[in-house]
């Protein structure tokens, strides 16, 4: 996967782990499967633009878009 799918990963395994939750706790609150958590974390699935403001939501991130 790309670079910044990578990256973004990083960033939701980090902020999971210090929320505390596992990744099947996550995936609960996400409504997908922890496999598909997983991926995410590795960069090996990518996220849609709604799943990523679900887990932003869900870890108290913020979303920041900048485009150009």
Same mark, same amino acid.
């Given at each position: 996967?790309? +670079?910044?799918? $990578?990256?973004? @990963? &990083?960033?939701?395994? +980090?902020?999971? &782990?210090?929320? @505390? /939750?596992? &990744? /099947? $706790? #996550?995936? $609960?609150?996400?409504?997908?499967?922890?496999?598909?958590?997983?991926?995410? $974390?590795? @960069?090996? &699935?990518? #996220?849609?633009?709604?799943? /990523?403001?679900?887990?932003? #939501?869900? /870890?108290?991130?913020?979303?920041?878009?900048?485009?150009?």
């Amino acid at each position: 996967m790309s +670079e910044i799918t $990578e990256q973004v @990963g &990083q960033l939701i395994r +980090e902020a999971r &782990q210090k929320k @505390g /939750l596992s &990744q /099947l $706790e #996550l995936a $609960e609150i996400l409504g997908v499967t922890k496999a598909a958590v997983s991926g995410y $974390e590795t @960069g090996k &699935q990518n #996220l849609t633009v709604g799943t /990523l403001h679900k887990v932003a #939501l869900a /870890l108290d991130m913020p979303m920041k878009i900048t485009l150009g």
